[in-house]
């Protein structure tokens, strides 16, 4: 991909990220109901468009905020699926991002 589609595809995946973080709810809500949970599915698109971000900004990928939106995506992951290894793939990216 050549810089200029590089961009163009960096522009639509901002005005995704715009757009879930315009759905976040305003108010409080609790853990363990259906608010909660939507709130959850949000951040979890919110950070899968941090990684397209990390992918496609620059020249190169900055490996700190790449491993840092990688673990955070693991670690809801888990939530959704806690009988699943996210939880403990997300700690295994973490003995390296604090390494950082």
Same mark, same amino acid.
């Given at each position: 991909?050549?810089?200029?589609?590089?961009?163009? %595809?960096?522009?639509? /995946?901002?005005?995704?990220?715009?757009? %879930?973080?315009?759905?976040?709810?305003? !108010?409080? /809500?609790?853990?363990? !109901?259906?608010?909660?949970?939507?709130?959850?599915?949000?951040?979890?698109?919110?950070?899968?468009?941090? &990684?397209?971000?990390?992918?496609?900004?620059?020249?190169?990928?900055?490996?700190?905020? &790449?491993?840092?939106?990688?673990?955070?995506?693991?670690?809801?992951?888990?939530?959704?699926?806690?009988?699943?290894?996210?939880?403990?793939?997300? !700690?295994? %990216?973490?003995?390296? /991002?604090?390494?950082?």
């Amino acid at each position: 991909m050549n810089t200029e589609n590089r961009k163009q %595809v960096l522009k639509l /995946v901002d005005a995704a990220h715009a757009k %879930v973080e315009s759905y976040y709810p305003e !108010t409080p /809500v609790f853990k363990n !109901t259906p608010e909660w949970t939507e709130k959850r599915r949000l951040l979890l698109a919110d950070l899968a468009l941090h &990684l397209a971000q990390d992918a496609l900004k620059g020249e190169t990928i900055t490996e700190s905020s &790449l491993k840092n939106h990688l673990f955070a995506t693991l670690k809801i992951s888990g939530e959704f699926f806690p009988e699943s290894k996210y939880a403990q793939a997300a !700690t295994l %990216v973490d003995e390296h /991002v604090t390494a950082l």
